[in-house]
Nanobody, 124 residues
Framework: QVQLEESGGGWVQPGGSLRLSCSAS????????IGWFRQAPGKEREGFAY????????WYDSSLRGRFTTSKDSAKNTVYLQMNSLKPEDTGVYYC?????????????????WGQGTQVTVSS
């Protein structure tokens, strides 16, 4: 059973930065991608970025491109999300998830393993 754990959330003022970590007990060989999702207050969870399992390709929602960057450290079984120039509308619970199969979910994958989420609050 794969376990994912997010960390690095917290409170930050607008314009600030946070780096989230998504640590896995292991990345199964069949992992296709690691996705990042967030759930804003009163809204549904939605995907906004993903990275291929080899770290060679990343994709971002156009509204976040240039502010958010995801990367992978295979030696540490960890994926990072660097978030800069944070805005109040970035507030929410952030999740990472493993996409082990191609499918109809976000980015064309099916996400089977999820972390518990980490709260990010951007306010003055």
């Amino acid at each position: 059973q794969v376990q994912l754990e997010e960390s690095g959330g917290g409170w930050v003022q607008p314009g600030g930065s946070l780096r989230l970590s998504c640590s896995a007990s292991e990345f199964p060989l069949e992992t296709k991608a690691i996705g990042w999702f967030r759930q804003a207050p009163g809204k549904e969870r939605e995907g906004f970025a993903y990275i291929h399992s080899d770290g060679g390709f990343t994709w971002y929602d156009s509204s976040l491109r240039g502010r958010f960057t995801t990367s992978k450290d295979s030696a540490k079984n960890t994926v990072y999300l660097q978030m800069n120039s944070l805005k109040p509308e970035d507030t929410g619970v952030y999740y990472c998830a493993l996409g082990l199969r191609y499918g109809q979910d976000f980015g064309g994958y099916e996400f089977d393993y999820w972390g518990q989420g980490t709260q990010v609050t951007v306010s003055s």
